[in-house]
């Protein structure tokens, strides 16, 4: 009876000290910065000092094409940090429950601010070289691209990308705007150097994803993400990455 009812304490122990997998396929700042910090694993190990159940989180990094199969055969054994209900063919949020937005994020176009530029004239970049990232494909703004008659020029990332900007090796970049505002503070470009257009695109919006087998999970997590918008230490922390 003792041994059982130590077997029962231990499993009961590790039940409410379960670790949870935050997977994440980002690798660009401010989402995931170098020296281990980032948007990504300061919210996570903000959830860690909620003590949510006992629960603790860890943040691990699986490629997009793997995490997206996982997802949807239903083979993830964690939570999904930083997606959108389209990316995964939940608009109607039926698949997976998803936490309220805890940032909103939208592409842009990035340029020299000496190269002459209308956003309404289609052909206006006719030529130009535009940096975007090898193997990603942007299905709200390929017809734009065509349109502007722009020559796409991969890199392995939008840091790379913005890089070649800086130097001159590619005519513009397109990456989400958090992306180049934090790139050109941490490198000082001077911001009267470039200029900066919005694209047609919808607002990019980060959610958790959390598969319905971790339905108690989502429970605990979800007021807290919720009401990150009023939290004074949590907007200290996101104002670092502005």
């Known amino acids: 009876m003792t041994l059982t009812m130590l077997c029962l304490g231990v499993l009961h122990g590790a039940a409410r000290g379960e670790v949870i997998n935050v997977y994440t396929s980002a690798r660009v700042a401010p989402l995931m910065?170098?020296?281990?910090?980032?948007?990504y694993p300061d919210l996570v190990a903000y959830l860690n000092r909620k003590k949510l159940d006992q629960l603790s989180f860890r943040l691990v990094y699986l490629p997009r094409k793997r995490l997206q199969l996982q997802v949807e055969r239903n083979e993830l054994d964690g939570i999904v940090i930083g997606m959108m209900p389209h990316w995964f063919n939940d608009v109607a949020e039926k698949k997976y429950l998803w936490t309220a937005a805890f940032g909103t994020d939208r592409y842009v176009i990035v340029l020299p601010a000496a190269l002459p530029f209308n956003p309404s004239r289609p052909g206006a970049l006719t030529g130009r070289t535009v940096g975007l990232v090898l193997g990603y494909s942007y299905p709200e703004l390929d017809g734009w691209i065509?349109?502007?008659?722009?020559?796409?020029?991969d890199a392995?990332?939008?840091?790379?990308?913005?890089?070649?900007?800086?130097?001159?090796?590619?005519d513009s970049v397109i990456a989400a705007q958090s992306v180049v505002r934090y790139y050109m503070k941490v490198h000082a470009m001077e911001a009267d150097k470039f200029q900066l257009h919005e694209l047609p695109s919808s607002l990019t919006e980060r959610h958790f994803l959390v598969p319905r087998a971790k339905a108690a999970v989502y429970e605990k997590i979800a007021p807290v993400i919720r009401q990150l918008k009023d939290d004074p230490e949590w907007q200290r922390l996101a104002a670092k990455y502005e």
Do not use: A, M, W
């Not at 392995?156 to 990308?161: A, C, F, N, R």
């Open 156 to 170: 392995p990332s939008d840091e790379h990308s913005l890089e070649k900007l800086r130097v001159g090796r590619v």
């Open 146 to 153: 065509r349109q502007q008659g722009l020559v796409r020029n």
């Open 33 to 39: 910065v170098g020296d281990g910090g980032g948007i």
